[in-house]
């Protein structure tokens, strides 16, 4: 198989968020690492960790170009709240009103 190879990356519990965190066009190898009542951590390769988003709080990782800067931003979605909240690559954090409880986010990215 040409022009694919596999890489050892994150934890088995860890969720996997396809994104591009640079803006390149191409997508980069990021993880959301639940750990509870502690903020879970956005692993992305060559990007210092980011801690956003509460496990305990049922929170869902996701990704999206929130400001139209070119980059892809994380965020999570806090279904008990109906809020999206958001964390720009400036560290602009962003809550917005966003769907129902029961509602499931929809990632726009394909990991293929
Ligand atoms: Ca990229
Ligand atoms: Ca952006």
Redesign the pocket.
């Known amino acids: 198989m040409t022009g694919r190879k596999t890489v050892k990356w994150g934890y088995r519990t860890d969720i996997p968020v396809p994104?591009?965190?640079?803006?390149?066009?191409?997508?980069?190898l990021t993880t959301w690492r639940p750990r509870g009542a502690v903020s879970g951590l956005w692993i992305t390769r060559d990007i210092s960790p980011i801690g956003w988003g509460i496990e305990a709080a049922g929170d869902i990782p996701l990704a999206g170009d929130f400001d139209n800067d070119g980059?892809d931003d994380i965020a999570t979605w806090r279904p008990r709240r109906t809020k999206l909240l958001i964390y720009n690559r400036t560290g602009i954090k962003t809550r917005l009103a966003l769907g129902e409880e029961g509602e499931t986010p929809i990632n726009r990215r394909c990991a293929l």
């Open positions: 994104l591009d965190a640079d803006g390149d066009g191409a997508i980069d980059a």
